[in-house]
């Protein structure tokens, strides 16, 4: 079974800190993807990246960065220096081609 | 590239009609496309699958009647919800995937926020 756990439900941070949302998943799929995707209150989903599971490279982009770890079954996101603009609800997935098994989403609050 | 639109993108409908909601690949074919319901604060659900040309696969729980979806060629997929309720109410999302890639990735459309009187 496929199972996707975020654990923070909801995260307030003060801008400038350092945030990380938590990202557990369970599967017995040798091939699957991850996603991240942000989801301001207009509702639409926002891509932000996609990673499958033979790259276990962590990855950077701008004050994003993620890091996946097969070994704990885990791809956490860290935003540096948070910014008003990045609240939202932020939700893990995970593929295995025929579905998409969503988290339950993570709220972050940045605080000015 | 790999657009996906809905329309409406939101509307509002008397209790006991029926309202259809349309979801467009607007520069790839898909073969594949999905249904997601989303209730406030919750996370996505997904309702059900549907491939070009042939019936929709429905999750356990959705009622099939109520929840009418259409894939009639390989850039649309509608969705009708009959006999709307009040408990209907909800945010309603599509996805679709490229035909074109052999990808587990979904793209998805703006949603649709659906509120019944």
């Known amino acids: 079974a496929q199972k996707v756990t975020q654990a923070q439900t909801e995260i307030s941070v003060v801008e400038k800190e350092d945030v990380t949302l938590d990202c557990v998943y369970e599967?017995?799929?040798?091939?699957?993807?991850l996603f991240w995707y942000k989801q301001p209150p207009s509702g639409e989903l926002v891509f932000l990246i996609r990673?499958?599971?033979?790259?276990?490279q962590n990855e950077i982009s701008g004050r994003y960065s993620w890091n996946f770890q097969k070994s704990t079954s885990s791809f956490n996101f860290t935003i540096t220096a948070s910014q008003v603009v990045d609240s939202a609800v932020y939700f893990c997935?995970?593929?295995?081609?025929?579905?998409?098994?969503f988290g339950s989403g993570t709220k972050l609050n940045v605080k000015p | 590239g790999a657009v996906v639109s809905q329309h409406p993108s939101w509307v509002i409908c008397k209790s006991g009609t029926s309202v259809k909601i349309e979801c467009r690949s607007l520069?790839?074919?898909?073969?594949?496309m999905f249904w997601y319901r989303q209730f406030p604060k919750q996370s996505l659900m997904l309702m059900a699958t549907?491939?070009?040309?042939?019936?929709?696969?429905?999750e356990q729980g959705v009622e099939k009647d109520k929840f009418l979806i259409n894939h009639a060629s390989l850039t649309l997929s509608t969705l009708t919800v009959t006999s709307a309720h009040p408990e209907d109410s909800s945010f309603y999302i599509c996805?679709?995937?490229?035909?074109?890639?052999?990808?587990?990735?979904?793209?998805f459309g703006p949603g649709t926020r659906l509120t019944v009187t």
């Open positions: 520069d790839f074919q898909a073969t594949t």
């Open positions: 990673r499958n599971s033979f790259d276990e």
């Open positions: 996805s679709a995937r490229d035909f074109a890639e052999i990808s587990y990735e979904q793209y």
């Open positions: 997935a995970l593929s295995n081609f025929n579905k998409f098994y």
């Open positions: 599967t017995r799929d040798t091939t699957y993807y």
């Open positions: 549907s491939n070009e040309g042939s019936k929709a696969t429905y």
